[in-house]
């Protein structure tokens, strides 16, 4: 069967989104503790692309299913895992990418919504929340999406944060959403 398409980001009412988010129900990985089966001989890419074997997976209702299945460990790694296996998988930076923002209302009343590569909606907030990391390439911002997994997001993305941003009075520059403000510098 199908997945259904993808909803437009931004034709949707932040009602909407958290209708979504509510209706994607996640298997409880974290309450899975199989025994350790081996590599999956998966790697998610830096890009967000999901490798099998070293060969791109294609179907994106194949990536969408993985993803609902991806755990951190917390010894760092990455697994798959289901009720009766558990198998490793490599991740080049983060698991996820925040492809898509839908950014309403304004100041301390704004709300931001990603769309993930995956498909998945997330509201950044304290739940969720975003940090930007000091790299020689140069800002890396990360949303936490569940159980210690990241979205990195995607450079437009972040762009549309960082005029955001700097279109405030806040000092240090920095984005609000639900409530939260998250400063474009990390604390080092």
Known sequence: MPMPPLPDLSSLSLADIARLAEENRLPPVERWNPTHCGDSEMRIARDGTWFHQGSPIGRPAMV?????ILRREPDGGYVLVT?????DIAVEDAPFQAVEVKIEGEGQGTTLAFRLNTGDIVTAGAEHPLRF???DEG???YLHVRGGLEALVARPVYYELATLALAGDDQPP???SA???FPLENKA
């Open 64 to 68: 969408r299913l993985f993803s609902t």
């Open 83 to 87: 009720p009766v296996e558990k198998l």
């Open 133 to 135: 990391e000091s790299t």
């Open 139 to 141: 800002p890396r911002p």
């Open 174 to 176: 920095g984005i609000w």
């Open 179 to 181: 409530g939260a403000f």
